[in-house]
């Protein structure tokens, strides 16, 4: 597939989803969790990673057998219904929407419910600012793992490399994050290791957009000098780099959940509060229209070259 048709089916997918957005946990989220049942009942309990293998590499290769045994016009059409199950702003944007009306209508229980549902963990303690610089650096990170990474492999292997990240990611939030069903401790280990690989390169290019969509100097400051004192590297990168760009500071609890960690803060400038949360939203779209134009140029160029 050319990259003139795959921007082509990225620009129809994002408008696609602002028109009907996808149920992701009834359409994608619960058909995967009883598919990765049933391998890991076929594989047997104590397996992880044959079913890690069977899930993730087995989906990749049977989406890219079928991509090549389609015509072109019928390979767009499929490639248009993989990006629109696999890549979305609407995944989770509803989250940050709420959290954000929620506090506006000075709600503050609603929206720490919100984000514990969204996030995970507790936040009775937590004031509107807090609840508003958590959203925030969960923004930043689900656009990312939802919209970002979602393009950097597909453009890199078409459809396959789609599905290939969106099946690693469910695995990392599944068993990387201590759901039940794990078979050992270890496997939910290689699962987060699995796709820190597979993540690692597209984190770091998401890290350069924001940077170009906001404060570039500061937000390369933030990535290079700050991000190396987190835990989770990953993730690190992305917060790092948007609260350089927007010109706030963050922080997060490293590893996790835990309300009693030493919180670390990134970024520059006052600590982000409910005002910063709109301009977090201006700052994920001025990253994809930066990303939408880079590859419109080089499909250009190539086709011009060609």
Known sequence: MTLLLMLFSLVAVLLLEQVRPLPVKRVVLDPLRALVSRISRRCGYGRGRLTWGLTVLGGTALCAVVAWLLPLLLCVVFTV??????????????????????????????????????????YEDADADEVARLAIEQALVASHRNVFGVIFWFVVLGPCGAVMYRLARFLHDEWGGGQDGVPEEGYGQFARHAFFIIDWLPSRLTAVLFAIGGNFEDAVFCWRAQSVLWPDRGNAVLVASGAGALGVRLGSVPGAEGSDAEILDVGVGDKAGVDDMQAT???????????????????????VGG
Do not use: K, N, P
């Open 281 to 303: 939203v201006g700052l994920v779209w001025r990253a994809l229209v930066v990303c939408l134009v880079l590859l419109a140029l080089t499909a250009v160029a190539v086709w």
């Open 81 to 122: 219904g993989v990006l629109y199950l696999t890549l979305g702003f609407r995944h989770e944007s509803h989250f940050f929407t709420d959290i954000h009306l929620a506090l506006r209508m000075q709600e503050l229980g609603a929206a720490r419910r919100l984000l514990a549902e969204w996030r995970g963990g507790q």
